[in-house]
């Protein structure tokens, strides 16, 4: 049995009859990472010895389901979040050699369900890029066609999930990070509610728009991860006061979409390329043979949302990366007096797309240009969190592609930033909105790339999420589960 | 497009404490200038009148009871500088 092909659940439950043991499980993909990863790069960082560590010690956690979900179940982090005792990142030369001394509380929670951290994952810079290509370490190549991106900025997470080196992942998504490389990579990902899973520990980017999620090969893992990670957490101020989210029923028990009012907002597809609109036409077929009834929406604000976007994140994002300074952690390169330090250590230490994102916040936020630009975009945003407001007084759930095209080739866009950011204007108007949103495979360009479409749902309705893609998975199973060959 | 002169880009780099070398200076000039062009179109989307959404949850900060708990030590909080001494980070001298 090839051990790497499975999914978190299928692991936990070969794991509680005794038909594996954690060790072989991660031994198996120990294995996995060292014949594959060398062509794809996903990993940063390999925990070989915590990893075979922890494995042993969930032997004795396998048969408690209750208290450990995730027991013996090989997880890989984005690089985003810190990990005590294990090296951080964030694809940054800034944190090259950063060792955190505490876990972010998505990871403390993974741990606590019996978790395995079999290591960390590459990414953006600071999660800024939709390529991955950002990344102080290399890009990272897709598993379906090595010559192009995997997306970004979970560009290693959506990877390592797609070629079989984990069986689940966490990435962080601001602006499509979770779903835009979900859907290059042919897997599952979820943005969850802003809110609904603590940012405590996840490198600042935009706060006001960050969230961790899952990114898995099918719905059910996507929705064991949700419970473990989801979930008040009084570290971070903007965590919403609520329970964990369990939707394990909801996904087991969904069938048919009877009932589902379902808005396409066709006016906003146009940009998108012809094989994506015609993947995407195929799933509103889909979701119509499965009872939901799909009617066309409104939309206008959504073509602002890039331009929102650009404002917002960088401005947050120069605020954040403020604390870089080489003091504290992280690079220093030494100046002739502290403010020259400061100047030669973020110069050298910050690469290309996170400076000119850190001159485009500093000068929107600067005295002059503050109501023109980030007052502006704060108040356009507002529109379209009122045109989500109102689409979902009428409906359940809306859908569009993830990403306007397949995975594009490594250097295609990268000289070119305003056109790399469009590529994420299907994703980003939920993370504006701060709307729960899942990116699900829905089939293949005639190259072998995949495509995805996401359905978005009212704030913490991430239950109508699960149930819509559960039932579309039941009724599209060859599109989920797939491990990429390499 | 909206042309950046090379001294507003010097000067917002000085802002945030960026070295720049001199062939960045142009590529951010000429690059921060077509993003700025690509955002104006914010004026046409008339919403000049609504208030601005800062965040998504609109909730006042919640307080929390003041009760101590275990903090992350002085070992820990200097783990990671690049220099340390006698439990303090070591800066390069401000004051003559």
Same mark, same amino acid.
């Given at each position: 049995?090839?051990?790497?092909?499975?999914?978190?659940?299928?692991?936990?439950?070969?794991?509680?009859?005794?038909?594996?043991?954690?060790?072989?499980?991660?031994?198996?993909?120990?294995?996995?990472?060292?014949?594959?990863?060398?062509?794809?790069?996903?990993?940063?960082?390999?925990?070989?010895?915590?990893?075979?560590?922890?494995?042993?010690?969930?032997?004795?956690?396998?048969?408690?389901?209750?208290?450990?979900?995730?027991?013996?179940?090989?997880?890989?982090?984005?690089?985003?979040?810190?990990?005590?005792?294990?090296?951080?990142?964030?694809?940054? @030369?800034?944190?090259?050699?950063?060792?955190?001394?505490?876990?972010?509380?998505?990871?403390?929670?993974?741990?606590?369900?019996?978790?395995?951290?079999?290591?960390?994952?590459?990414?953006?810079?600071?999660?800024?890029?939709?390529?991955?290509?950002?990344?102080?370490?290399?890009?990272?190549?897709?598993?379906?066609?090595?010559?192009?991106?995997?997306?970004?900025?979970?560009?290693?997470? *959506?990877?390592?999930?797609?070629?079989?080196?984990?069986?689940?992942?966490?990435?962080?998504?601001?602006?499509?990070?979770?779903?835009?490389? *979900?859907?290059?990579?042919?897997?599952?990902?979820?943005?969850?509610?802003?809110?609904?899973?603590?940012?405590?520990?996840?490198?600042?980017?935009?706060?006001?728009?960050?969230?961790?999620?899952?990114?898995?090969?099918?719905?059910?893992?996507?929705?064991?991860?949700?419970?473990?990670?989801?979930?008040?957490?009084?570290?971070?101020?903007?965590?919403?006061?609520?329970?964990?989210?369990?939707?394990?029923?909801?996904?087991?028990?969904?069938?048919?979409?009877?009932?589902?009012?379902?808005?396409?907002?066709?006016?906003?597809?146009?940009?998108? =390329?012809?094989?994506?609109?015609?993947?995407?036409?195929?799933?509103?077929?889909?979701?119509?043979?499965?009872?939901?009834?799909?009617?066309?929406?409104?939309?206008?604000?959504?073509?602002?949302?890039?331009?929102?976007?650009?404002?917002?994140?960088?401005?947050?994002?120069?605020?954040?990366?403020?604390?870089?300074?080489?003091?504290?952690?992280?690079?220093?390169?030494?100046?002739?007096?502290?403010?020259?330090?400061?100047?030669?250590?973020?110069?050298?230490?910050?690469?290309?797309?996170?400076?000119?994102?850190?001159?485009?916040?500093?000068?929107?936020?600067?005295?002059?240009?503050?109501?023109?630009?980030?007052?502006?975009?704060?108040?356009?945003?507002?529109?379209?969190?009122?045109?989500?407001?109102?689409?979902?007084?009428?409906?359940?759930?809306?859908?569009?592609?993830?990403?306007?095209?397949?995975?594009?080739?490594?250097?295609?866009?990268?000289?070119?930033?305003?056109?790399?950011?469009?590529?994420?204007?299907?994703?980003?108007?939920?993370?504006?909105?701060?709307?729960?949103?899942?990116?699900?495979?829905?089939?293949?360009?005639?190259?072998?790339?995949?495509?995805?479409?996401?359905?978005?749902?009212?704030?913490?309705?991430?239950?109508?999420?699960?149930?819509?893609?559960?039932?579309?998975?039941?009724?599209?199973?060859?599109?989920?589960?797939?491990?990429?060959?390499? | 497009?909206?042309?950046?002169? @090379?001294?507003?880009?010097?000067?917002?780099?000085?802002?945030?404490?960026?070295?720049?070398?001199?062939?960045?200076?142009?590529?951010?000039?000429?690059?921060?200038? *077509?993003?700025?062009?690509?955002?104006?179109?914010?004026?046409?989307?008339?919403?000049?009148?609504?208030?601005?959404?800062?965040?998504?949850?609109?909730?006042?900060?919640?307080?929390?009871?003041?009760?101590?708990?275990?903090?992350?030590?002085?070992?820990?909080?200097?783990?990671?500088?690049?220099?340390?001494? =006698?439990?303090?980070?070591?800066?390069?001298?401000?004051?003559?």
């Amino acid at each position: 049995m090839d051990l790497y092909r499975l999914g978190a659940w299928q692991l936990r439950e070969l794991l509680k009859k005794r038909e594996v043991s954690p060790l072989e499980v991660v031994k198996a993909l120990l294995q996995r990472i060292k014949e594959k990863d060398g062509r794809i790069n996903a990993f940063l960082t390999v925990d070989e010895e915590g990893a075979l560590e922890q494995a042993r010690r969930s032997e004795a956690l396998i048969q408690d389901v209750e208290q450990y979900p995730l027991a013996g179940v090989p997880v890989g982090i984005k690089d985003v979040l810190v990990t005590w005792g294990l090296r951080t990142t964030a694809g940054s @030369r800034m944190l090259e050699n950063f060792v955190p001394p505490y876990d972010a509380t998505a990871v403390k929670r993974l741990k606590e369900a019996g978790a395995i951290i079999i290591g960390k994952l590459n990414m953006d810079e600071f999660a800024m890029g939709s390529s991955n290509e950002n990344s102080a370490f290399g890009p990272v190549h897709n598993p379906y066609d090595l010559q192009r991106v995997p997306g970004g900025s979970s560009g290693g997470s *959506a990877a390592a999930v797609a070629a079989g080196l984990v069986p689940v992942a966490l990435g962080s998504d601001t602006g499509g990070s979770i779903r835009q490389p *979900a859907a290059f990579c042919g897997i599952v990902g979820l943005k969850p509610t802003y809110g609904r899973v603590s940012r405590f520990g996840l490198i600042a980017f935009a706060s006001s728009l960050d969230q961790v999620g899952p990114m898995t090969r099918n719905v059910r893992d996507a929705a064991l991860l949700y419970r473990v990670i989801s979930g008040h957490d009084p570290a971070d101020s903007t965590s919403a006061q609520l329970p964990p989210h369990d939707v394990l029923d909801v996904v087991e028990n969904s069938q048919s979409l009877k009932g589902l009012k379902i808005a396409v907002p066709w006016k906003e597809l146009e940009g998108a =390329d012809e094989i994506v609109k015609d993947r995407f036409e195929r799933v509103v077929e889909t979701l119509r043979s499965l009872g939901a009834e799909v009617g066309e929406v409104e939309m206008p604000s959504f073509r602002y949302a890039v331009a929102v976007y650009y404002i917002i994140a960088p401005s947050e994002a120069s605020s954040n990366l403020a604390r870089y300074d080489g003091v504290k952690y992280g690079l220093r390169i030494e100046g002739e007096d502290l403010v020259d330090t400061y100047f030669k250590t973020r110069g050298r230490g910050f690469g290309r797309e996170v400076k000119r994102r850190i001159m485009l916040g500093t000068y929107a936020l600067s005295a002059g240009y503050y109501d023109a630009y980030y007052l502006k975009a704060q108040r356009v945003r507002t529109l379209i969190k009122q045109d989500f407001e109102n689409v979902f007084a009428e409906h359940d759930l809306v859908i569009m592609p993830t990403s306007p095209t397949p995975a594009f080739k490594i250097g295609e866009k990268i000289q070119d930033p305003l056109t790399m950011y469009l590529n994420d204007i299907f994703t980003i108007p939920a993370n504006l909105a701060g709307v729960p949103a899942i990116s699900l495979p829905c089939g293949f360009s005639p190259e072998g790339l995949p495509v995805g479409f996401q359905f978005m749902g009212p704030l913490f309705k991430e239950d109508v999420l699960f149930a819509a893609a559960a039932a579309y998975e039941k009724a599209r199973g060859e599109y989920f589960n797939r491990v990429a060959e390499i | 497009m909206k042309e950046l002169s @090379r001294e507003e880009v010097l000067k917002i780099a000085r802002l945030a404490r960026l070295e720049l070398e001199d062939k960045e200076i142009e590529t951010l000039r000429r690059e921060l200038g *077509a993003i700025l062009g690509y955002v104006a179109r914010l004026g046409e989307a008339g919403a000049d009148n609504l208030d601005p959404t800062f965040q998504t949850l609109a909730k006042p900060t919640p307080m929390r009871e003041d009760e101590p708990d275990e903090p992350l030590g002085a070992d820990g909080v200097l783990a990671n500088a690049p220099r340390k001494k =006698d439990g303090f980070f070591v800066v390069p001298k401000v004051i003559e």
